[in-house]
């Protein structure tokens, strides 16, 4: 059956790559906020999210290096290359018996091309195909009906991580987490380097914020109470200190990033 | 703890902008790539580089207001390529190359020793990817 995704152009290509190029076994094209547009069969959906997020994960850090335009593994027995194109990531994983210019071509013009072709026609019909889907399956599973204006509000699929910042009035900040424990450490709050907080307070001059959302990078989420360490900036800065019991809510542990933005009242 | 290395500390000369930090013991291995890394820090476009094991690490960077993020950068590299490479089963990473608009990183790992050399984005990598890669025939 022919779906809205399988039916856009990306899709199409995406598909044909195998046949122009065998040794290209697996291939995929994605947006900057972690929505997959196209991949091949031989790909599952879960390994495709896994896929994305993990390379969200080095994406959210690349703005030191100015957000990533080419990403290269080479592996003794393969290799896989990401390359930027407008908003989105095409992902190929090759054998290394592939032919360099072949996969240069298909990577750096033939899929890019059609990418920024389809972006110019139907600036929207990525997004558009991908409602519809999200639509048509919350009414094949009985939810309560919705009208199609309101479904079109939040296009973008809960279980992939944005990694690009799309909320310009929230200041979203990533942090490495630190475990913190001990008698006096309330089990309900996370403390926040101080730095951050002090720039969070400036752009809400009077407005009050005593909360936080954490989002792990796998989507989890929770909303608690924060403090802002008061230490040397060197020690805190980029850090975050979650106690046992919320680090288990967001499955995550030491040494991972989360998302972190102020719940304003 | 962390320590600064001072100039007459290095092996060779450093221009006096530069932040070395090293910490912990240096196995052979360890010292052997040091001293290379030393020698590709003076190639044209080279920004730095980290080098680090379980036990010991240096960060050699120009830009010292980016250490931390140019350290945290090049962990998640590290760790999220790998998964990457097991999702699609390549087993035994030779090198992964990051390219951003403004400044492209280079990441091996020789034996346990995580390599990440920062260059701008016209550098040449090729010589100095196989000048690492020669530590990992021995």
């Not at chain 1, 989002?215 to 046992?244: H, M, V, Y």
Request: hydrophobic fraction near 40%; aromatic fraction near 4%; charge should be negative.
């Amino acid at each position: 059956m022919v779906t809205e995704v399988d039916s856009n152009p990306i899709q199409t290509i995406i598909e044909e790559i195998k046949n122009i190029s065998p040794e290209i076994t697996n291939a995929l094209v994605f947006k900057n906020n972690g929505q997959t547009i196209a991949y091949t069969q031989t790909i599952t959906e879960t390994q495709t999210k896994k896929f994305v997020a993990n390379f969200a994960s080095i994406a959210l850090q690349a703005a030191a290096i100015g957000s990533i335009e080419n990403f290269t593994i080479q592996a003794e027995d393969g290799q896989i290359n990401i390359v930027a194109v407008d908003d989105c990531f095409l992902a190929t994983v090759s054998s290394l018996t592939v032919k360099p210019e072949i996969l240069k071509s298909l990577t750096q013009v033939v899929v890019p091309t059609i990418v920024r072709l389809v972006n110019q026609i139907e600036p929207h019909s990525i997004n558009q195909s991908l409602k519809t889907k999200e639509v048509e399956k919350k009414i094949n599973d009985d939810a309560p009906l919705i009208e199609k204006e309101e479904a079109d509000v939040e296009p973008i699929l809960e279980s992939q991580p944005p990694f690009e910042p799309f909320l310009p009035k929230t200041p979203i900040s990533q942090f490495m987490v630190e475990k913190i424990s001990g008698l006096l450490v309330p089990a309900d709050t996370v403390r926040i380097d101080g730095e951050v907080v002090e720039k969070w307070s400036n752009i809400y001059e009077d407005k009050q914020f005593n909360s936080v959302i954490i989002e792990a990078l796998d989507g989890k989420k929770t909303t608690c109470k924060f403090r802002a360490i008061k230490e040397s900036k060197n020690n805190a800065k980029g850090i975050i200190q979650i106690p046992e019991k919320i680090l288990q809510t967001l499955q995550t542990e030491k040494g991972k990033l989360v998302i972190v933005r102020p719940v304003i009242d | 703890m962390l320590k600064q290395k001072t100039n007459d500390q290095s092996a060779t000369e450093l221009p006096d902008t530069t932040a070395v930090i090293s910490v912990g013991d240096d196995s052979p291995m360890f010292v052997d790539l040091a001293a290379s890394l030393v020698e590709i820090r003076k190639l044209n476009g080279i920004m730095g580089y980290i080098l680090r094991n379980n036990t010991a690490a240096i960060i050699d960077l120009t830009e010292q207001d980016k250490i931390m993020e140019y350290a945290i950068l090049a962990n998640q590299i590290s760790e999220s390529s790998s998964e990457i490479s097991k999702q699609f089963n390549l087993t035994d990473i030779k090198s992964v190359l990051v390219e951003g608009k403004t400044v492209k990183v280079l990441c091996m790992n020789i034996s346990g020793n995580q390599i990440s050399v920062f260059m701008e984005k016209t550098a040449n990598f090729d010589s100095l990817m196989k000048r690492i890669q020669q530590y990992r025939l021995l």
